[in-house]
């Protein structure tokens, strides 16, 4: 399974929030919190949503014409989007996958 070897890293940014991301076994990141928390809790709960069937996968080009996805909780607000754009959109699917994203 692709990401199996992924590592997750909790960190706090500039503004004192804490963020997470997901960093493969080459060092590159292909994943992150679209988002701070003020409690690393609330940012670890995002960290571990795992694939959440409510969730909505949205792909979308973006204005360089790179291939994008974020991940939409049943409320609407965003939970998750990808750290960087894709050439092709087979490359956002795949990258959306390791984040849980099943098709």
Do not use: L, P
């Not at 991940?71 to 699917?93: F, H, L, P, T, W």
């Amino acid at each position: 399974m692709a990401g199996e070897n992924d590592k997750f890293e909790v960190y706090q940014d500039k503004r004192g929030e804490y963020r997470w991301r997901r960093i493969a076994s080459n060092g590159q990141i292909v994943g992150a919190a679209s988002e701070g928390y003020t409690k690393k809790a609330d940012c670890e709960a995002n960290m571990n949503r795992g694939a959440v069937a409510s969730d909505k996968w949205e792909f979308y080009t973006d204005k360089k014409g790179e291939h994008r996805w974020r991940r939409k909780a049943s409320n609407g607000q965003i939970v998750g989007a990808s750290s960087e754009g894709y050439k092709a959109k087979s490359d956002a699917e795949a990258n959306a996958a390791r984040q849980g994203y099943t098709g």
